[in-house]
T-cell receptor, first 113, second 114 residues
Framework: EDQVTQSPEALRLQEGESSSLNCSYT??????LFWYRQDPGKGPEFLFT???AGEEKEKERLKATLTKKESFLHITAPKPEDSATYLC??????????????FGQGTILTVHP | NAGVTQTPKFQVLKTGQSMTLQCAQD?????MYWYRQDPGMGLRLIYY???????DKGEVPNGYNVSRLNKREFSLRLESAAPSQTSVYFC?????????????FGPGTRLTVT
């Protein structure tokens, strides 16, 4: 069964304190690993897609990396506005043309000024 | 562009009542999706429509029906609501008819079934 596990469940940082969020996945035939940001009361907002081990993508203070078993979202010198829930999702080959997108439960990030 | 819009934003139903959640996108996207989000469960796909005129079941389709009314609109219907359907429902769309394309989400509908 496909599984996506995110850790930690919650992370509190001081402004400027860099850290990483982890997304471990077990899927058959990974076709893509997605990262989303979700603010309270809103829908998820797309951040990155990674397709193969070794791939990296950056956006402002965020950098996503991918290995064969996990993905990391590195946050460099975070600011309070980076506070949100970060979701990862793994897309497998699936038995249908669609495949299956499995979401993790998310990591709640709080950055204190 | 408004992106993906959903109505209503909040709804309270009694067990057995029916309702339709509406979703529209103005990005000329081909694919549309319905998810539910429950605490501790993550987002789960209910139904999707890869292109206008087609719909397919996702991970948790039982108790729901969908209609792809046209390219812009994709509705989700609960025929006989149950407390287990209390959740936050998100509609999403993507430009390409492949699931690896990035999805744009609406603001959600918070549904409570008593």
């Amino acid at each position: 069964e496909d599984q996506v596990t995110q850790s930690p469940e919650a992370l509190r940082l001081q402004e400027g304190e860099s850290s990483s969020l982890n997304c471990s996945y077990t899927v058959s035939g990974l076709r893509g690993l997605f990262w989303y940001r979700q603010d309270p009361g809103k829908g998820p907002e797309f951040l990155f897609t990674l397709y193969s081990a070794g791939e990296e993508k950056e956006k402002e203070r965020l950098k996503a990396t991918l290995t064969k078993k996990e993905s990391f979202l590195h946050i460099t010198a975070p600011k309070p506005e980076d506070s949100a829930t970060y979701l990862c999702a793994a897309l497998n080959a699936g038995g249908t043309s669609y495949g299956k997108l499995t979401f993790g439960q998310g990591t709640i990030l709080t950055v204190h000024p | 562009n408004a992106g993906v819009t959903q109505t209503p934003k909040f709804q309270v139903l009694k067990t057995g009542q029916s309702m339709t959640l509406q979703c529209a996108q103005d990005m000329n996207h081909n694919s549309m999706y319905w998810y539910r989000q429950d605490p501790g469960m993550g987002l789960r796909l209910i139904y999707y429509s890869a292109s206008e005129g087609t719909t397919d079941k996702g991970e948790v389709p039982n108790g729901y029906n969908v209609s792809r009314l046209n390219k812009r609109e994709f509705s989700l219907r609960l025929e006989s609501a149950a407390p287990s359907q209390t959740s936050v429902y998100f509609c999403a769309s993507s430009e390409l008819t492949v699931p690896s394309d990035e999805q744009y989400f609406g603001p959600g509908t918070r549904l409570t079934v008593t």
